[in-house]
């Protein structure tokens, strides 16, 4: 996941997992990119779903208003 990501200077990382909801934070490209929600959605929660099927809930606690450097 992170090496797709990472081509736009991106980075995801695991922040916390508490019962089938998992956490995760951007940075670097991905912190205040337009694009931020759609590659939650459509690219990292469908491969963790497809990986860990009783997942409810990936959440994004980024703060994308301090995003320096965003790639979009």
Same mark, same amino acid.
């Given at each position: 996941m992170n090496p797709a990501i990472a081509a736009h200077g991106g980075?995801?990382?695991l922040v916390n997992v508490?019962?089938?909801d998992i956490? +995760?934070?951007m940075s670097?490209?991905?912190q205040g990119c337009?694009?931020?929600t759609a590659t939650l959605?459509?690219?990292v929660e469908r491969m963790l779903r497809e990986a860990i099927p009783e997942l409810t809930? +990936?959440?994004d606690i980024t703060d994308h208003s301090s995003g320096?450097?965003?790639?979009?």
């Open positions: 980075m995801i990382s508490e019962e089938t956490y +995760v934070e670097g490209g991905c337009a694009l931020s959605r459509q690219g809930g +990936v959440h320096e450097n965003p790639y979009l």
